[in-house]
């Protein structure tokens, strides 16, 4: 059966389930991990500044990029940095191995679905 089959005799072709709940610092951080290539660290940063998930160590380079930089994503040497809608971030260092533009891509794409505030992350 072709789509316009499918359309004309009723059944529908899209999930009406909708988007998908947001991801958690966590969640983010193995996203990002499963995505990407020769990701050294990682950290999730809230809009404040505080650390929800990753690498505690990774979190000064991170801020300091983030007051410095007036765009996301941004990069310094082996750092990027994307800020999710909220205002939270993550950030991840780059091992020698990375593709940089593609883990730019990757980390915009899971700052995009992540929730940094408590009131964004679904329960259960």
């Not at 998908?20 to 660290?41: F, I, K, N, Q």
């Not at 160590?57 to 909220?86: N, T």
């Amino acid at each position: 059966m072709t789509s316009h089959a499918m359309r004309d005799s009723g059944t529908r072709v899209f999930s009406p389930a909708g988007m998908t709940a947001p991801l958690t610092p966590a969640l983010a951080l193995a996203y990002l991990h499963e995505l990407s290539v020769d990701v050294r660290a990682a950290v999730v940063l809230d809009r404040a500044g505080a650390v929800l998930a990753g690498e505690e160590a990774l979190a000064p380079r991170a801020r300091a990029l983030l007051a410095a930089a007036g765009a996301s994503p941004a990069s310094a040497g082996d750092l990027l940095v994307a800020r999710a809608p909220d205002g939270g971030a993550i950030a991840a260092i780059a091992g020698e191995f990375a593709l940089l533009p593609v883990l730019e891509h990757d980390l915009c794409a899971a700052a995009a679905a992540l929730a940094t505030t408590v009131r964004d992350v679904p329960e259960g």
